[in-house]
């Protein structure tokens, strides 16, 4: 079994279409993608999770860590014919970090009506950082508003961002055709904050007990998932059903939107992270540098 510890060979070109086919494959039901584990723990938590798609040689079995801020994790990727582990990737969460701004990005590309350059992300961490400089890989951003709960934390990220070329403002109120929301939030966001959104991704409500979209937020919209159980369980997809906003079956998959074009109707995507998108962008990896 080979040990794969620099990723730095890795295109941003290779992590998309890996993303793209595993999510169009989960649409038409080649994955197998198990429900996800969740460990918490007093300073952080750990998710496992595991997937395959369909025709492809392998199936990963992924960890992904936080704790105290770092994140961690490492992907087993195993032959899909005998079980024999072929390679541990230890990529200290990187691939997690990407297949997320990747999936995120694509669906936010796909569903922002193509002359809005204006966009708003919700949140400071690393995963907002990704966000919006891989959304400007597939299409123009003249401008980044960033709001989060500290100011100097929406300073630093407005730094991060103009340090890769994109212009971005701190201090987001309302305003942006298109809000990506990163935070780790159990409670909901101010709906206000969306009071002007055509489409909103929200990437951070991926375990139990978080939720940062408004249930208000997906009445008359088209919804999409990236997997239905998981976002109907622990997504904000699910607590809206809860809410009694949307029918327990009003959302469509990503995969089936990647295929064609939705922007001429406001939307919210809700993304919980699944397996077959590890599993597709490990053996890419594999492929490139194994």
Known sequence: MKVIDDLRAVPPELVFDAVK???????????????????DFAGGDCHVKAGHVVGQPHFVVKTASSFGGRNNGSMLLLSATTGEPTAFIADNGLLTAWRTAAAGALVTDALTP?????????GTGEQARLQMTWLAKLRKIRLVHVWGRRPEAEV??????????????????TGAACVVTTTASPDPLPLNAFRDAVHVTGIGT???GKGELPPELFAGRIVVTDDHDQCLDHGDFGHAVRAGVVAPQADRPIGAVLR???????????????GATDASVAGAVWSLLG
């Open 21 to 39: 086919a595993a999510l169009v494959a989960h649409a038409e039901g080649n994955t197998v993608v198990p429900p996800p584990m969740a460990l």
């Open 114 to 122: 193509q002359d809005v350059d204006e966009v708003a992300v919700m």
């Open 156 to 173: 630093l990220l407005c730094q991060q961002l103009r340090a890769e070329g994109l212009d971005a403002r701190p201090g987001y109120q």
């Open 206 to 208: 991926d375990m139990p």
């Open 260 to 274: 064609g074009q939705h922007r001429d109707q406001r939307s919210v995507a809700d993304l919980t992270g699944i």
